[in-house]
């Protein structure tokens, strides 16, 4: 009894929590309006989500090119099939490992200092502060940095990939001798616009979505002390790496299902 | 002011690197700048039987790509399947008795239409008909037919 007693208050609170979760998007999404007016807020937010997440997309993304090329290699030199490295690069990193891995290094580098930064924000009632003056907090605090997580992800998944695939080239060509010409061609040919890389953007675009929002509402909805805001932080890692790669799986039935 | 303008910059600097690490992708890893439809046209090819061939497969002449295939159907008249080649127009120069060929790259790789020109005078014209074409080899028919003609010959 004491079982089905915990699990019917277990999906009560999840279900009440999911509700303030979407009434907070709702209301975030309705503040872009005043974003627009005041673009300084935007890039300010700019600088610190993308542009102190740019290294470490950066070196990530090069090195996980240089370990995929080196992988690929031994692999398909087993089969007489050196030539088609590219193809592995560019399609493993396109659809998949830019837009995720990407994603979840920004929940990390990014998300959790977004929730840390709210939680401190509220516990040190400065939200409160900036109601009493008749200044929205959402509008104010919230949206420009949903905004910029939105902007943010897709253009660091597009450098993550770009960097990467290079980094595969720089093994594979440089290192293990496959053939330079051979590594680009086979890869136009089979890497598609549209089936592999809007749908790695469109991707990257859901998780930017989803990692910021999750990041931002468990920072507005901590608990006020210390304490409720170390356990934010943890919540949104771990709540935004299921969720990234949960999604994941979930796009990728849906986008490439049909080869 | 100096801070925010250093800001502008950095911000500045990483959404146009952004840009950039996406239009590598589009334009130098995907096929987008290789083949536009525009300067392209279509003919079609009736084959016996055009086996693992599948839209996108490429065609080439001399063992040079020259276009794509842009659609294959089954046709219930002839029983034939109607493949539709589109082929860049660069290369509109194909005598009209082109033979059509659908062979496999190596033992086990993608198969591809192969166009082999013939001896006329006229060209190929958009929406045209190639008329010659070869079937593709399917590889359990020859062995079966090999190994039929192997246990016939040790019954003599």
Known sequence: MDFIEGLGRSSRISFNKLGRATHFLIQTISGVMSVFMRPRLLTKQLYSVGVMSFLIITISGLFVGMVLGLQGYYTLSDFGAEETLGVMVAASLVRELGPVVSALLFAGRAGSALTAEIGLMKATEQLSGMEMMAIDPIKRIITPRFLAGLISMPLLAGIFSAVGIIGGQIVGSGLLGVDEGAYWSQMQASIDFYDDIINGVIKSIVFGFVASWIALFEGYDAIPTSEGVSRATTRTVVNSAFTILGLDFILTALMFGDH | ?156
Do not use: C, W
């Open chain 2, 1 to 156: 002011m100096q801070h925010t303008r250093n800001q502008d910059t950095l911000v500045g600097l990483f959404v146009a690197s952004g840009i950039a690490g996406l239009f590598f992708l589009a334009m130098h890893v995907s096929n987008l700048s290789s083949f536009s439809d525009e300067d392209s046209y279509t003919v079609t090819a009736k084959f016996e039987n055009s086996g693992g061939l599948k839209v996108k497969s490429p065609v080439s002449a001399a063992g040079v790509k020259i276009g794509k295939v842009t659609s294959i159907s089954f046709d219930p008249k002839t029983y034939k399947s109607v493949v539709q080649l589109s082929i860049n127009s660069k290369y509109n120069t194909l005598p009209d008795d082109t033979t059509a060929s659908v062979f496999t790259a190596g033992l086990l790789g993608e198969q591809y239409v192969n166009l082999e020109p013939g001896g006329s005078e006229t060209y190929l014209k958009k929406g045209g008909e190639i008329e010659i074409t070869q079937s593709a080899i399917i590889l359990e028919k020859a062995i079966g037919q090999f190994l039929f003609k192997s246990a016939a010959e040790e019954k003599k």
